[in-house]
């Protein structure tokens, strides 16, 4: 395990409940995101200057401050999510904090599962539950939308479908205004459904103003 990690915390939301994991949850929003949506949802994450409203925090540090909530967490079954951005970037840091956490709390990752497969790996161990954004399982829709392209998704799809059984996998499938119709959500849903995932939730989605 490597020494001096610290996360950029851009927000800690308390007491959630039934949105980003099992019972009662945390979520944990962290800076950095490889992507580029044409929609971010959190356009914040990309830009610098909010970098500087983000608290650089160590494992210890944040285990410290969500520790508040253990008897909701405990009573509940439920725990923290890291969000972002993109969670996966901070992977030394969450398998750190379960470490700290050790098995009282449940863990959930909400990625994008674009970044190298390492990453994954590390965390593998240390999560319970994956929420995994897919945006749309064709390469050239996605890299029109994000800017990036998805062959390291799809290696870390099938990394996590052989490693995790899929009930703690949930697929997000959007349906992104003006890159992805019908047919393609469609064509998407089918490869997952042949790669062995379950739980599969399509949705419309929704354009925010940042
Ligand atoms: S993955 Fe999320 S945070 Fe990253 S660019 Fe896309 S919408 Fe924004």
């Known amino acids: 395990m490597k020494e001096g990690i610290t996360m950029p915390v851009l927000s800690i939301n308390r007491h959630r409940m039934k949105t980003d994991g099992v019972g009662v949850t945390t979520l944990v929003a962290s800076y950095g995101c490889p992507l580029r949506c044409k929609y971010c949802i959190n ?26 909530d253990d008897l909701y967490f405990q009573a509940t079954g439920g725990g923290i999510t890291f969000g972002g951005g993109e969670s996966l ?40 539950d994956f929420i995994v ?21 799809l290696e870390n799809l099938s990394i996590l479908i052989k490693e995790k059984s899929p ?4 697929i997000r499938v959007p349906k992104i205004p003006n890159h992805n119709g019908e ?6 849903v089918a490869l997952l459904e042949k790669m062995g995932f379950t739980n599969i939730q399509v949705f419309p989605y929704v354009i925010r103003e940042n």
Not at 103 to 128: F, G, M, Q, R, Y
Not at 134 to 144: F, Q, R, T
Not at 183 to 188: A, G, N, Q, V
């Open 133 to 153: 954004d897919i945006k749309d399982m064709n390469p050239e829709i996605y890299e029109a939308y994000t800017g990036r392209s998805n062959d390291r998704v």
């Open 167 to 170: 009930e703690h996998i949930r």
């Open 89 to 128: 970037i901070h992977s030394d840091f969450i398998a750190r904090f379960r470490e700290i956490c050790r098995d009282k709390w449940n863990i959930t990752l909400e990625t994008s599962l674009n970044v190298p497969k390492e990453n994954l790996l590390t965390v593998l161990p240390a999560v319970n």
């Open 43 to 68: 356009a914040g994450i990309l830009k610098p200057e909010k970098l500087k409203l983000c608290k650089n925090m160590t494992p210890e540090e944040l285990y410290d401050v969500l520790k508040i």
């Open 183 to 188: 047919e393609d959500l469609k064509k998407s």
